[in-house]
């Protein structure tokens, strides 16, 4: 099992900054990824960005490259999901997520984006 906790959601203006973190705990030696999903109010959820255990590989939907980084810091067991030149359409529940034997997700974090 492994237990995955967000925090960094809030309101912003556009063109602001938030960075959200993942602190992951449990059977964390299983897991190959862990990525940030998010969803909008009447949309299906999205991958926004993942990052790959092996060779700390990442990647990005076109919709943040450029303006989101994900990244990670093994000893604290925490993914983070750095963003930039926010946008209101950048506004939804984001969710952190890890594959290992299974899909593990958090609660969310409700990013807003005020125009």
């Known amino acids: 099992q492994v237990q995955l906790v967000e925090s960094g959601g809030g309101l912003v203006q556009a063109g602001g900054s938030l960075r959200l973190s993942c602190a992951a705990s449990?059977?964390?030696?299983?897991?190959?990824?862990m990525g940030w999903y998010r969803q909008a109010p009447g949309k299906e959820r999205e991958l926004v960005a993942a990052?790959?255990?092996?060779?700390?590989?990442?990647s990005y939907a076109d919709s943040v490259k450029g303006r989101f980084t994900i990244s990670r810091d093994n000893a604290k067991n925490t993914v983070y999901l750095q963003m930039n030149s926010l946008k209101p359409e950048d506004t939804a529940v984001y969710y952190c997520?890890?594959?290992?034997?299974?899909?593990?997700w958090g609660r969310g974090t409700q990013v807003t984006v005020s125009s």
């Open positions: 449990g059977s964390i030696f299983s897991i190959n990824a």
């Open positions: 990052i790959f255990s092996t060779a700390s590989i990442t």
């Open positions: 997520n890890a594959k290992a034997y299974s899909s593990y």
